[in-house]
């Protein structure tokens, strides 16, 4: 029931990348999606998802398995499910000697058409908006780069391809697809069983001493 089960962490990730894990409940573990399946009908709805993950803990303990949103990897005391999914852009920035000062991925919704989210870099006041096409087609990603207020380009990009300005060079690296984990802790299972138990016991007690009474 709901009242047994907390959500204890939820975490995304690109396909191919491996984050920790942040949780009380969990000792931080690490968490390896190794590839995500998605389907869809012709009108580009979800038809089928699911990825092929793997957790280990700080003991190398390792379970790997496919997850769903209806069927969860279980670790532990803790089950983690496939919440949700979309594409993402990796950015990687360089200062005018050519050395990488930092890298950003921007997850975007899963739309069939393209849609535009913007990202502060790290450590920086440079803004990047980045407006992916729609999920099939081969055309370019239009970026623009802010300093502040003030826009510094908009271009098109494929990955690999770069942007050049005063302070740098920004590179679109690559374009993939991230998850979305929820991790659940059924932290009331052993109240649940504790009161069955004295259940069954209770009405065995019962039912014997009905029969004693009519013996």
């Not at 029931?1 to 995304?12: H, N």
């Not at 190794?34 to 009908?41: C, I, T, V």
């Not at 089928?48 to 279980?74: C, D, F, M, W």
């Not at 060079?169 to 929820?182: D, R």
Request: proline share 5%; charged share 20%; with cysteine.
């Amino acid at each position: 029931s709901a009242w047994c089960a907390r959500t204890t962490a939820y975490v995304e990730v690109v396909n191919g990348d491996t984050i920790n894990i942040k949780s009380p409940w969990l000792e931080n573990p690490t968490l390896v999606l190794h590839e995500l399946y998605r389907e869809y009908w012709p009108d580009d709805t979800v038809r089928a998802l699911a990825a092929s993950a793997e957790i280990v803990s700080a003991t190398n303990r390792r379970v790997a398995g496919r997850v769903e949103s209806n069927q969860p990897l279980v670790f532990q005391d803790i089950r983690m499910f496939l919440n949700n999914t979309g594409r993402s852009a990796a950015f990687a920035l360089y200062d005018s000697f050519g050395t990488c000062v930092g890298r950003l991925k921007i997850l975007f919704d899963d739309t069939p058409t393209g849609n535009l989210k913007e990202s502060i870099f790290p450590g920086t006041i440079l803004t990047i908006a980045a407006k992916l096409p729609a999920r099939n087609s081969a055309d370019p990603v239009r970026v623009a780069l802010a300093s502040g207020q003030q826009v510094i380009t908009i271009t098109d990009l494929q990955p690999g391809e770069n942007i050049k300005f005063n302070e740098g060079t920004l590179v679109l690296e690559n374009l993939s697809v991230w998850a979305g984990f929820m991790f659940v802790r059924d932290y009331g299972k052993p109240v649940v069983w504790f009161g069955f138990v004295i259940c069954i016991a209770g009405l065995t007690v019962h039912f014997s001493r009905r029969r004693s009474i009519f013996a």
